[in-house]
């Protein structure tokens, strides 16, 4: 990897290419989770070439490097604009912290919660089941205990009722989504708020996923709720740059809605005899790039962007939900509210994972989601503005590739594959035991089992076909996923000698 004199720079981004060639497409309108591209001509260059001039520039210090801190402060200012905050608002006192991204946003939101009740030693946190993963993910990390409360399988979202009867006196924060990333749902939020306000109890809105899109979806006309600082109750919200904004990624922002909300969520420490650190967010050393490249995205897309981003994505929802209920055997989870597109199978007949497998082929990256509690198995459809242009292609391909999904049928795993992902505990899943189904899957073909020394690292492959694996990973409790993952996961990372 280290060559002995180095390589030319056309040969080191030659390489790179190379190795993105194998990657989904980032561009194009195909693709339908991780990647948000609002197809914006120029953008790119103009995002990257902001990044380089602040690639180096330290956001550990705001006084050496005010660059940084007036980009933050722009950043936060705009947000909070957008979520109902600012001068003259519900919320003029709101601040903010620029942080790396929506899991690191929702820590910290927990982190604040919890270290502003110092005489609560074994804190709780009430969170929907529809709620980010990062929740569970910050209450682990922080030892916080999470309640989580169930979603109405038809409307997809929790019940004041039930949030506000999981609220103990140890609960230091509530959470709700705006909207949900699974769904695509908005929860109730002034409900949910007014509940933790009686309670005494701090109200996080993750809108780290539709944030940016709901008040523009607004402005078009579509019916968007109360979620943001507006509402009595709220008192911090989270938006991730990185997804609606368009920001190339590492860019997220936490709002409180005052000063004192945000105090607890600092960590200082001059005990050391080096500089005293004082840190808003988990990361010490923050390069300055991916909050550059945010900035000239807010500067260069504008309100009036934003806006026609927005419109280009609802027609697109529009067209996208349309199809969907034009193909008999599909059912939408929900009607799309925001820019998620989720639909389920309503006919044994047709498989999703064969479906999401067909529609890989036909070159449109669909996300799958398991089956989750009495929640049925389901595809997900994250839509930004550049689909709209391929909207009209995407009717004839769903169509085609359920199609094809009915002419192969649904996957029948071998019964003993079944019954071992069903009777499997997580702890009697040994790394072995692990390799052996990942290689009957045709996960492992080309990964070596743990110690054997053998190449893995890059180049490991992901099979074409993912229904056996879904089907696999859809019949086993969540716990037991989470492990077979890990273990399949931990084989692709490894050194690439
Ligand atoms: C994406 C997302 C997160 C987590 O954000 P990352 O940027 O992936 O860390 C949290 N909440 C919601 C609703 C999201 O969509």
């Avoid at 602040?54 to 210090?61: P, T």
């Avoid at 910050?138 to 999981?166: E, F, K, Q, S």
């Amino acid at each position: 990897m280290i060559d002995e004199k180095g390589l030319p720079a056309d040969e080191v981004l030659a390489e790179i290419r190379a190795l993105r060639a194998a990657d989904r497409p980032t561009h194009g309108g195909r693709l339908f989770a991780y990647v948000y591209d609002p197809a914006v001509p120029g953008l790119d260059e103009l995002t990257a070439a902001a990044h380089a001039q602040s690639a180096h520039v330290n956001g550990l210090d705001p006084t050496a490097f005010p660059s940084l801190l007036a980009m933050e402060n722009a950043l936060v200012a705009a947000a909070a604009r957008l979520l109902g905050g600012g001068p003259g608002s519900a919320a003029p006192d709101v601040v903010g912290s620029v942080t790396s991204g929506g899991t690191e946003s929702l820590i910290l939101a927990v982190k604040a919660a919890r270290d502003a009740r110092p005489e609560i030693t074994t804190p709780r946190i009430v969170v929907p089941a529809s709620g980010h993963a990062a929740f569970a993910k910050a209450a682990h990390l922080l030892r916080v205990t999470l309640d989580t409360v169930g979603v109405d399988p038809v409307t997809l979202r929790p019940a004041p009722a039930d949030v506000a009867a999981a609220i103990r006196p140890e609960t230091v924060l509530v959470a709700c989504s705006a909207p949900s990333y699974a769904h695509g749902v908005v929860d109730p939020v002034a409900e949910i708020a007014a509940v933790a306000a009686a309670a005494g109890v701090r109200c996080h809105v993750d809108a780290c996923f539709g944030g940016w899109t709901l008040p523009y979806l607004r402005r078009l006309g579509v019916p968007v709720p109360p979620f943001d600082l507006s509402v009595d109750g709220v008192t911090s919200i989270s938006v991730d740059l990185h997804k609606y904004a368009y920001a190339p990624k590492g860019v997220s922002v936490l709002l409180h809605r005052d000063p004192s909300l945000r105090a607890a969520q600092y960590f200082a420490y001059a005990d050391w005899p080096g500089y005293t650190m004082i840190n808003p967010v988990l990361a010490s050393t923050r390069s300055g790039g991916p909050i550059a490249a945010a900035y000239a995205t807010l500067r260069h897309l504008g309100d009036a962007g934003y806006l026609r981003l927005a419109a280009a994505t609802r027609d697109a929802v529009t067209a996208l939900a349309g199809a969907v209920r034009d193909v008999a055997g599909l059912r939408l989870m929900a009607e799309p509210e925001s820019t998620v597109v989720c639909f389920t199978a309503t006919d044994p007949d047709l498989d999703l994972f064969v479906l999401v497998d067909e529609l890989t082929a036909r070159g449109w990256h669909t996300q799958p989601q398991l089956r989750y509690a009495d929640l049925l198995p389901s595809v997900h459809l994250t839509v930004t503005a550049s689909v709209a242009p391929r909207v009209a292609e995407f009717g004839p391909a769903l169509a085609d590739a359920v199609a094809a999904a009915r002419a192969a049928g649904p996957v029948r795993l071998p019964p003993e594959l079944l019954a071992l992902a069903t009777s499997l505990t997580p702890e009697a899943l040994t790394p072995e035991l692990v390799a052996g189904l990942a290689a009957g899957l045709g996960l492992g073909a080309a990964t070596p089992a743990p110690g054997s020394g053998r190449a893995g690292g890059t180049g490991a492959p992901t099979p074409e076909r993912m229904a056996v694996v879904n089907t696999l990973l859809d019949a086993a409790p969540p716990a037991l996923r989470e492990r077979l993952l890990v273990e399949f996961v931990s084989l692709l990372q490894r050194p690439a000698w």
